[in-house]
């Protein structure tokens, strides 16, 4: 389970994340107390989350692109050093006292801007710091302790912005973002597993670059478009949970607080059991998005809040290996010197999941109910994940037996067409085994090339049936030119009553089983001894 932490780079980078997601969360809860504490509206928050998100969908293709190009420690310390200055910047202005929302809103646009960079980068160099063997326990730890970090921050936060308010949250993101600049500068280079990176200028180095190899990996493909799927209807569980607790179970502020502490437990125990496993396969990607979408589609009938509890904390834990095992494969399914632009694109397919699933999903809710909309988004994922298992299968080329019963079935029914390919020849008329001729040589052959020879005459060799080049005098394969003189004729005729007169006269009668024009093997038998023959 713990094998990546015997990497001291792991390490070091493992405990500066805890802290670092620790801090984001502090900001997050501090900068929601900030605004909704000025405006009182929940759409400055909508608008907040809107300038992060949008840079990330129009640019994130591009910082790909730079991350497949770049080193990324100092790509990382870069953008470590910028959003420490971005946090005290909102410190300034908590301190200033300023009402404008206006810096709250560049905060936000230029921090999106950095995810797009930052993000391919992160993906990287993470898999830079342990063996590729070790890459799926290293995202599953990495996924526990961004979750133990979540809720360190939250709890924290939530404790100091009541006593000192939000000023304090920014000042701590800030030197948070401090401890993870000084763990990159303690990490020793040569313990590293470099990737290779996209040479600048070369045609492989840009963004339709990437595009195009991404068109050419149909299991890549097929792996994003689950990830959109379930990520769209079944992962955006605060507007469901919410809606379900509030709605039909009445779990009230105290249910919804217990749904939440459940669904936090589930995605520990979900890191956890990925971690200890470190099986990252397609077939446990597929099951994990087809287990939550049944218990998704379960919960829409739980009677109580109790049920409903039960049902998310199984649906947390499937739902963090369904997302770790995602970014495990598009990394392990790439080339290195892809990987920022297709996690760059993973990226991508988060954002639009989270920007198109939310309204949809409350929409949903106030057209079927919460109940309906949990079933129908269950049933939705619950195909999307067998259709997804059915075509990974066929781009990979394992076997699918659903399909070879239903092909079976079906071929059954049409009526197989009369072959023509195969000719069994007649004991009698035989040609010996000593020239074997097949049909395309009779035809081919020039007339009088093809008399049998006599007990007194060299046996025709294989030249004989070969066309003379243009020009050249035909060969004749034999001490006797006179019966083979051009100009001479033989009838077909001819040379069938001599080639079975032939047949007759060989002594240990042989039998052979041609099939002729399809480069099977032939079966020859001659008195009690069997043979094989390879006729093409």
């Known amino acids: 389970m713990f094998s990546p932490l015997r990497e001291r780079n792991y390490r070091l980078w493992a405990a500066s994340d805890i802290v670092s997601v620790g801090g984001t969360w502090m900001q997050v809860l501090g900068l929601n107390w900030l605004v909704l504490s000025a405006t009182g509206s929940a759409t400055a928050m909508g608008v907040i989350v809107m300038l992060q998100s949008l840079p990330v969908l129009l640019l994130g293709s591009w910082g790909g692109a730079l991350a497949d190009r770049l080193p990324a420690r100092p790509v990382l310390v870069i953008s470590q050093v910028i959003r420490a200055l971005l946090s005290l910047g909102l410190l300034a202005a908590t301190v200033a006292g300023a009402d404008a929302l206006w810096p709250i809103y560049a905060v936000a646009l230029l921090s999106g801007v950095i995810s797009s960079i930052e993000g391919p980068a992160l993906g990287r160099f993470g898999s830079a710091l342990v063996p590729r063997e070790s890459l799926a326990p290293a995202l599953a730890l990495g996924s526990v302790l961004g979750s133990g970090g979540r809720i360190l921050g939250m709890a924290l936060g939530g404790v100091l912005v009541g006593m000192s308010g939000p000023g304090v949250l920014f000042a701590i993101n800030a030197a948070s973002f401090g401890v993870v600049v000084i763990a990159l500068a303690m990490m020793r280079p040569a313990e590293m597993y470099p990737l290779a990176r996209a040479r600048a200028g070369s045609a492989d180095a840009g963004v339709m670059a990437g595009l195009r190899y991404l068109a050419t990996q149909p299991v890549v493909l097929v792996t994003l478009a689950l990830a959109f799927v379930i990520g769209s209807l079944g992962r955006n569980y605060q507007v469901t949970m919410a809606a379900m607790v509030a709605g039909p179970l009445e779990g009230g502020a105290g249910g919804y607080g217990i749904t939440s502490t459940v669904f936090a437990v589930g995605a520990v125990v979900g890191g956890l059991l990925l971690a200890s496993t470190g099986?990252?396969?397609?077939?446990?990607?597929?099951?994990?998005?087809?287990?939550?979408?049944?218990?998704?589609?379960?919960?829409?009938?739980?009677?109580?809040?109790?049920t409903f509890s039960m049902l998310i904390l199984p649906i947390a834990a499937g739902a963090v290996i369904f997302d770790t095992v995602v970014s495990t494969r598009i990394q392990l399914d790439t080339r290195e010197d892809m990987r920022g632009r297709v996690l760059a694109s993973l990226g991508l397919i988060s954002s639009m999941a989270g920007i198109v699933g939310a309204p949809v999903l409350g929409w949903l809710c106030d057209v079927l109910g919460a109940r309906g909309a949990l079933g129908l988004a269950g049933a939705v994922t619950t195909v999307a994940a067998l259709a997804g298992a059915l075509v990974l299968a066929r781009a990979k080329g394992v076997p699918v037996p659903v399909l070879r019963t239903v092909r079976r079935v079906v071929l059954r029914r049409i009526p197989a067409a009369p072959s023509i390919t195969t000719a069994v020849i007649p004991t009698d008329a035989v040609v010996p085994a000593q020239p074997l001729l097949t049909a395309a040589a009779v035809v081919a052959a020039p007339a009088g090339a093809l008399i049998p020879p006599t007990p007194g005459r060299r046996p025709l060799s294989a030249a004989a049936v070969v066309p003379a080049p243009h020009g050249?005098?035909?060969?004749?394969?034999?001490?006797?030119?006179?019966?083979n003189r051009p100009g001479s004729s033989a009838r077909p005729a001819v040379v069938a009553h001599a080639a079975a007169q032939q047949a007759e006269q060989a002594t240990g009668r042989r039998r052979t089983l041609l099939s002729l024009g399809t480069g099977r093997r032939g079966r020859t038998v001659s008195e009690g001894t069997e043979q094989r023959a390879s006729f093409r």
């Open 472 to 483: 050249a005098p035909p060969h004749h394969g034999s001490t006797h030119p006179a019966p």
């Open 279 to 306: 099986k990252a396969t397609h077939t446990v990607l597929v099951a994990a998005g087809a287990v939550i979408s049944v218990l998704q589609l379960l919960s829409a009938v739980a009677p109580n809040l109790l």
